[in-house]
């Protein structure tokens, strides 16, 4: 499987930002899939985990609220929608997968693929 994060940009504080993670080569729908971010200096986090489907999600205390993930399976697609951005919510976003049924919202976990990052940039 090969995942393609996309979607980042330059925007403004307060606007909205929708990112993919696209896969190919694989059983798409038979993987969790969990965006994370890293911003410089600091460790990269878990942002937001998804199951086999749009019933099981996990979010970090401090995401939830404004951004949202899901999953398109036909599409073989993964989106993270952020809202209200912050200044702090500047990052590299990268997605990845793990082959196994459940949420894994954490760097604890092994994942079998990631995908390459899409830089979010949100100016104050």
């Known amino acids: 499987v090969q995942l393609q994060a996309s979607g980042g940009g330059l925007v403004q504080a307060g606007t909205s930002l929708r990112l993919s993670c696209a896969a190919s080569?694989?059983?798409?729908?038979?993987?969790?899939v969990t965006w994370f971010r890293q911003a410089p200096g600091k460790e990269r986090e878990c942002v937001a985990s998804?199951?086999?489907?749009?019933?099981?999600?996990d979010y970090p205390n401090s995401m939830k609220g404004r951004f949202t993930i899901s999953r398109d399976n036909a599409k073989n697609t993964v989106y993270l929608q952020m809202n209200s951005l912050k200044p702090e919510d500047t990052a590299v976003y990268y997605c990845?997968?793990?082959?196994?049924?459940?949420?894994?919202?954490?760097?604890?976990?092994?994942?079998?693929?990631w995908g390459q990052g899409t830089l979010v940039t949100v100016s104050s």
């Open positions: 998804i199951g086999y489907s749009n019933d099981n999600t």
């Open positions: 990845a997968a793990k082959g196994r049924r459940g949420v894994f919202c954490s760097l604890l976990y092994q994942f079998d693929y």
């Open positions: 080569g694989g059983a798409f729908s038979s993987y969790a």
